[in-house]
């Protein structure tokens, strides 16, 4: 048979070429050590997991739900949201975290569609980030509308009140965007999950053998189970690539159709969504940073060849971040409006001008350093790195809100906004609540894909074949 | 009865599949730990329902989208300073997301139903199969003289199973 025949992923398993990072290894984990050490990231539990589990579920309870209770009960004078800044760090979190969802949509499906074989160890952790960031997004909906027993009214659903959503506003796109989000990708990890739970099923006992027979619906692994599959997962991929864009374009929108100066920008859509892939693409290092560091052997499959690959990725979007930047201001400077004009005063050298200046040295100098091979394989540089990105962008999303709506048109109008104690707690908590999911995803779900590390490697031999 | 042969690997299991194949059986079963690349090559052309159930899924929900915001507008016109009540620019998006949406749950749902998820009886298995070998099972209506066949290609192991392939 013709070489040109065979696809990318048959040369990949057979002749340990470029795409290989997983078996390019000396000494590389054979098929039965792949599903031996996953499973044992399932069913071995150590105190320490226990330890950080408990901590992230005190800090959930204590910083997130209490503080919320507490605003529920005072009414939403509990932030520091006041005429004119009525959307504050609740909103700035929310984009944050729906940013931080946008990596395991491009590594399962921009990753998937081009063919990059080096994803497959890392892209479940990264669509479990998805999930969960979204849902502490969802969460901060809940918590910035203030009488969250109405958040329903904003679903359309037959009521003898009358009552229909207005589809012409971007809070409705918005409702509409995250919950299709929401669904995809829950969908997205469960299916890419299928012939795990059955490999997990099968070496498990107990609950947790009843546990993964349900989930992982009776498969067997036949060849036509693999073929539906993978028609399947194409068409996922091809579905939620499009989906991710338009979510934080839609999410840009909330703010880009309001004609504040700082926020009615035709750039804030790729703007909003370079920053998503941006944070995203760096919390996914971080991840891999801890997940090697937490399981035995998984530094077999979480490579520096990953933390390569996303290393130069990140400097890619940190240029195009930069860039982006400098359009913004620029054309806010161009257009000579006076209103432009003060607000851009105001973030570059009022208040908060520490904050911006700490954003730009974050997100647009600091990821320089990647164009070093050495910095981009040298894992604690890594990790750093790409936290203090995601510090950047966490500021980035706060500035945006915190320093536009002060300056509007009308200067007697200005104002000045300052979050409160229940919003720190709050921000803080959310990491708890964030960190508390994936602790129980590591438990409950194969958090490297078997199947597809096992595609990367090198098939067993027949013996006396060596 | 229906026979289970093990096979040490791809290359090995695809030959029997194609073996089998030449003899005119076609109703056998592959059960492997990874997708087979070459089966398509080596065996035959797979189809799946599942592009339907993508296709018609948008479809549906193209529609669905644009009846839900178009619909409910008309129904409950809520007039801003003379601009139209069915707005295209952002009822697109909600078309769009709507599309999406219903696609997606289709495509799940076809991809259930063409592997006739949740599969409830007992079917033939091996656990090793989803390891580091990979397997081929026959019903009991093929003759014997098929298993001489099957050890010709490569099969370590020839096993009875009570169950259906």
Known sequence: MAEAGKSLAYHARHEKSWVTATAEQDNPPTFAEVNEDVVRSIVETGPGYWWILGVTVVLTFLCFFVPWFYQLEVGLQASGMNHPVVWGTYLANFIFFIGLSHSGTLLSAVLHITNSSWRKAIYRSAEAMTLFSLMTAAMFVMVHVGRVWFVHWSTPYPNQMGLWPNFRSPLMFDVMAITTYLTASWVFIYMGSIPDFAAVRDRTSGWRKKFFTIWAMGWRGTHREWHHLSQAYTFFAVFVIPLAVSVHSIVSWDFAMSIVPGLHQTIFAPYFVCGAIYSGTAGIVTLMWVLRRAFKNFDRYILPIHFDNLGKLLLVLSLIWTYINICEIFTGWYSGSSGEMEMLKFRMFGFYAPLYWEMIAFCAFLPLLLISKKIRRNLTAMLWISIAINIGMLTERFIIVATSLPRQYLPDAWGFYFPSTVEFLITFGSFGIFLTLFLLFVKFVPSISIYEVKETLPEPRPKGEN | ?165
Do not use: W
Request: net charge negative.
């Open chain 2, 1 to 165: 009865m229906p026979r289970l042969a093990l096979f040490p690997d791809s290359e090995h299991l695809l030959d029997a599949a194609a073996r089998l194949k030449g003899r005119g059986i076609e109703d056998f079963t592959l059960i492997s730990p990874i997708p087979l690349e070459e089966f398509e090559d080596r065996v035959g052309v797979q189809t799946s329902p599942v592009k339907y159930f993508s296709f018609f899924g948008g479809l549906l929900g193209a529609l669905a989208g644009f009846a839900l915001a178009a619909g409910t507008s008309v129904a409950y016109p809520i007039p801003v300073g003379g601009r139209p009540i069915v707005a295209l620019p952002p009822f697109l998006l909600i078309t769009y997301e709507v599309t999406i949406l219903i696609g997606v749950v289709m495509t799940v749902i076809g991809f259930f139903f063409a592997c006739r998820f949740p599969k409830l009886e007992e079917l033939a298995y091996a656990p090793e199969a989803n390891v580091d070998q990979f397997a081929l099972v026959i019903g009991d209506d093929v003759d014997e003289d098929v298993d001489q066949d099957l050890r010709d290609a490569g099969a370590s192991e020839i096993r009875s199973v009570e169950d259906p392939p």
